[in-house]
């Protein structure tokens, strides 16, 4: 057994609701959410290891293809969001994977992930907004995941509202700081959204308080543990 194929037998998903906290909260969308039996969490150290070379990306990004295809046939009006790290935008294959999945794009969103890879450098973090700008042109619905970490700063949101659609903040970042500043950040936020007519998510919301604040505030979009853990779908 190869040990891409190994790596691959250990992966599964689970799949996390993103809700619309209206007077009756619904769910607007899942966030799919890459795990492995072997490990609990993320397994960064796997995925790492596969969008490293176009090879194995591809491998991955076919187990992404064998799982929507599986969940979108029995959920059809459900809507999902999938996670690209930065890195395998340099890779075909997930330009492949999104033009087979284009028919499909009302049902499916893109995040992209914080992490840093060689765009973390000031030449050539425009090429990195070519890449956003080109994930718009595909017509999905782009968002940029825990603003505020890695690369996904202030200035990328900046220079990318034009070509973003949603904008996510997790709370689990941000614990440390004082609860009355960081819901002032968060407004701040909000109104960056608001005057460019961006939606705003805001994860780790793991009380009902602190999604009552959120809702207050106007922060409808809300993602975390008190709305409920990633699950398995037939």
């Not at 209206?22 to 966030?31: L, W």
């Not at 969001?81 to 999945?101: A, C, G, M, V, Y």
């Not at 950040?185 to 460019?196: A, G, K």
Request: charged share 20%.
């Amino acid at each position: 057994m190869e040990e891409s194929e190994y790596f691959l037998k250990d992966l599964y998903t689970v799949f996390q609701p993103i809700v619309y906290c209206s007077d009756t909260p619904t769910i607007d969308r899942y966030e799919i959410l890459l795990r492995s039996h072997r490990e609990s969490g993320f397994p960064q150290n796997a995925f790492s290891w596969f969008i490293e070379d176009e090879r194995r990306n591809a491998q991955l990004m076919g187990f992404y293809v064998d799982t929507l295809t599986k969940i979108m046939a029995t959920h059809c009006d459900t809507r999902w969001s999938l996670n690209l790290h930065p890195k395998q935008l340099q890779h075909p294959s997930t330009w492949h994977f999104l033009d087979l999945f284009s028919l499909k794009k009302e049902y499916l969103s893109l995040e992209l992930t914080e992490h840093y890879c060689e765009f973390n450098q000031p030449e050539k973090m425009n090429m990195l907004y070519d890449y956003i700008s080109k994930l718009k042109n595909t017509g999905f619905s782009i968002a940029i995941d825990d603003v505020g970490s890695g690369q996904n700063n202030l200035e990328m949101i900046a220079n990318n509202t034009d070509n973003i659609h949603t904008i996510k903040i997790s709370l689990l970042n941000f614990m440390n700081l004082n609860e009355g500043v960081m819901f002032r950040f968060l407004d701040s936020w909000l109104n960056l959204s608001q005057h460019y007519q961006l939606n705003l998510i805001v994860e780790g919301v793991e009380s009902e308080y602190v999604s009552k604040k959120l809702t207050q505030l106007g922060i409808l979009y809300q993602q975390g543990y008190y709305h409920g853990h990633g699950k398995l779908f037939d």
